[in-house]
């Protein structure tokens, strides 16, 4: 079975800290993505990498920044946390798109980090 | 821009009965098309994904159907259970690997 790990369940940091979240998957996938979720907005796209040392901006990208230093490791960090960063943060990965058959491949999420900022 | 609506937002049903879940997408050109569930405070778990060369899949008690040029899936239960509660998200892929997510429908099925 694919595992997407996500470092913390549960965070409380303070405002103005520098957080990280971090993210493992043991299945060599290429593609990797930072989402956060809140009530009444959905699932919104942070980040995403589709190699090692690349990255993406998602649609709100701002207050953020990622590394990705290892294949099976995508980091996700808060430079300077604020309170509206308070939210859900759920870490996904998945194979590229299958180029033979056409055909993109399934995306598999951790178990989610609910961060409060204080 | 894609966009992803699910009808309904909230659904509450007695144990038993055969549902429906709505997904609509405003671009078509999509690769494929991803149903998870998710339980409260927990993170998402695939259910089922279609192809956009495909019509439906099936798993178990769950059938989700694509008519990719009118923009829509749904995803049918089948004699539905207390466990089947909790949201259910419909995603889908319409360039490169990003995933655009609908906002959920969440399910109740009381005993």
């Known amino acids: 079975d694919v595992k997407v790990t996500q470092s913390s369940r549960y965070l409380v940091k303070r405002t103005g800290e520098k957080v990280f979240l971090e993210c493992v998957q043991d299945?060599?996938?290429?593609?990797m993505f930072w989402y956060r979720q809140d009530p009444g907005l959905g699932l919104r796209l942070i980040y995403f990498?589709?190699?090692?040392?690349?990255?993406e901006k998602g649609d709100i990208p701002e207050g953020y920044s990622v590394s990705r230093e290892k294949k099976e490791r995508f980091s996700l960090i808060l430079e300077s946390a604020s309170t509206n960063q308070t939210s859900m943060y759920l870490c996904?990965?998945?194979?590229?798109?299958?180029?033979?058959?056409?055909?993109?491949?399934?995306?598999?999420f951790g178990q989610g980090t609910r961060l409060t900022v204080v | 821009k894609q966009e992803v609506t699910q009808i309904p937002a909230a659904l509450s049903v007695p144990e038993g009965e055969n549902l429906v879940l709505n997904c609509s997408f405003t671009?078509?050109?999509?690769?494929?098309l991803q149903w998870f569930r998710q339980d409260p405070g927990k993170g998402l778990t695939s259910l089922l994904l279609?192809?956009?060369?495909?019509r439906e899949q099936t798993s178990g008690r769950l059938n989700a159907s694509l008519d990719k040029s009118s923009g829509r899936s749904t995803l049918y239960i089948a004699a539905s259970q207390p466990g089947d509660s909790a949201t259910y998200l419909c995603?889908?892929?319409?360039?490169?690997?990003?995933?655009?997510f609908g906002e959920g429908t969440q399910l109740t099925v009381n005993p």
């Open positions: 995603a889908v892929r319409s360039s490169g690997s990003r995933l655009t």
């Open positions: 996904a990965s998945s194979p590229p798109r299958d180029r033979a058959r056409g055909m993109n491949t399934e995306a598999f």
């Open positions: 990498s589709y190699d090692v040392k690349m990255k």
């Open positions: 279609i192809q956009s060369s495909q």
């Open positions: 671009d078509s050109a999509i690769y494929n």
């Open positions: 299945m060599d996938h290429e593609n």
